[in-house]
């Protein structure tokens, strides 16, 4: 049976943690391929909210299983809290959350490296959520990481201990203060209650699921323009958000990827240091991080806000292969008697209609197209049908432009607020179902 994949087009937040909720009740199993608790996947659904950092957004749907993948950086002591929060909710966790033996182990020290490092970037820094994700997929990549699977080795504390070791001789060198007495005890914890969960060899059980012929969503975190590799370098994360990061992130061959969905906003944001070629200053990019509630899930940081990039949005279906878009927030946008993209650059005294080698602010202006805004309230919209002239407008040509239809549009954040545009049927309350 194929893997579906479900990811980011921009810089993270397009709001894959509502569609991975809304979807989950079409599959057998949700499995997050990369990122770590630099997430914030936000649920809200019968006028509760939830943030996911760490454990798949299909996670309040009783048939569901929920794999943490061996691509993933987990900060025990985040996974505990998010654990206990959701039994408190009520939701059954522990009976339906897998964690893979190979994923590696976000340490308190890497933590403090991440700090470290941020402060001695100065002027460069990325902006990091400081949750100690560079630092620890560099150990992974350095064959010096401490995965899960090794909790349960009689040697534990020695690799523990030779790691912080380690990381200890590089904050001292950088002359870095700190304090781990509250941290290592909170951690000690934390491991013994990771302990207590269910720990597989995800790469089998996956496999096993797939002849079994279970419908399996990959869920990615951040957006591919946060990509190591194809995002805007060095101002990214540390893993490969796109969808090869699933087959390297799960154990997934390529030839099994099924739908690739795509989610992107109907505008762009981004949070922390890094160009954005289409950004709004000044009041229209206040008004629109109001309008939005564009405020980071994690660190609650205020997002920069700006118009559809479309030459960065066609580059990230490329990459991806994108079979499916899904156009997130488009009720945002009513407030905007005009809606501008970002058609092109101009770039060197040249139009470009694709992504340069660099994006640096001030390099690259944007050519843009206007078209007349819906300036109505969208979010009572339940139906392909009802969508105002101005928008269907909007999503047509995207979808001409793009060579992808946009198969579904989000006008809220409520699971029921999500249209299916190339059918005329309603959301259930619960999400999609067979
Ligand atoms: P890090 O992955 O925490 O080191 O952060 C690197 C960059 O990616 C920073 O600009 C962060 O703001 C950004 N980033 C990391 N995770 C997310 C996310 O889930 N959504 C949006 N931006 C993110």
Not at 226 to 251: M, N, Q
Not at 318 to 338: C, F, H, P, Y
Request: charged residues 25%.
């Amino acid at each position: 049976m194929a893997v579906d994949v479900l990811l980011g087009l921009q810089w993270g937040d397009e709001g894959k943690g509502k569609i991975v909720d809304v979807f989950a009740p079409k599959y057998d199993i949700v499995a997050r391929f990369q990122g770590g608790p630099n997430a914030g996947h936000t649920i809200v659904f019968d006028g509760k909210k939830f943030v996911l950092h760490l454990i798949p957004s299909g996670i309040f749907h009783p048939n569901t299983a929920c794999l943490i993948g061996n691509g993933v950086v987990i900060d025990p002591v985040t996974l505990k809290k998010e654990v206990e929060t959701l039994i408190k909710a009520g939701i059954p966790v522990r009976e339906h959350l897998l964690i893979s033996r190979k994923a590696h182990l976000i340490l308190p020290t890497h933590k403090l490296l991440d700090a470290a490092r941020e402060e001695r970037r100065g002027e460069q820094k990325i902006g990091s959520t400081l949750r100690g994700i560079g630092p620890t997929y560099s150990d992974k990549i350095g064959r010096a990481g401490i995965r899960v699977g090794d909790i349960e080795l009689s040697d534990f504390q020695e690799r523990y201990a030779g790691a912080v070791n380690g990381h200890k001789e590089f904050l001292d060198m950088y002359g870095y203060q700190y304090d781990l007495t509250t941290w290592q005890a909170e951690f000690d914890d934390a491991i013994e209650f990771l302990r207590s969960l269910k720990l597989v060899d995800s790469e089998h059980y996956l496999h096993e699921a797939q002849e079994a012929g279970k419908k399996i969503l990959a869920e990615g975190a951040q957006g591919t323009l946060l990509d190591i590799d194809f995002g805007s370098y060095p101002f990214v994360t540390s893993s490969t958000t796109t969808t090869a990061g699933a087959c390297t992130g799960l154990g997934i061959a390529p030839g099994s990827i099924g739908r690739v969905f795509g989610i992107f906003k109907a505008y762009c944001t981004r949070v922390g240091s890094g160009p954005f070629p289409t950004e709004l200053h000044g009041e229209e990019g206040d008004e629109l991080r109001r309008a939005g509630g564009e405020f980071g899930a994690t660190t609650g940081r205020p997002r920069r806000t700006g118009w559809l990039d479309l030459p960065a949005l066609k580059y990230a279906v490329r990459i991806n292969g994108v079979t499916d878009l899904i156009m997130m927030k488009a009720d945002v946008l009513q407030i905007r008697s005009e809606i501008k993209v970002g058609e092109a650059y101009r770039h060197q005294g040249q139009l470009r209609y694709d992504l340069p080698y660099s994006l640096e602010d001030g390099q690259l202006e944007p050519v843009w197209r206007s078209f007349p805004g819906w300036e109505e309230d969208i979010t009572g919209v339940r139906r392909a049908s009802e969508v105002p002239h101005a928008l269907r407008e909007y999503v047509n040509w995207l979808e001409q432009e793009i060579g992808v239809p946009i198969t579904y549009l989000s006008v809220g954040p409520d699971r029921a607020q999500t249209l299916e545009m190339h059918s005329n049927e309603a959301v259930s309350p619960r999400g999609f179902d067979f």
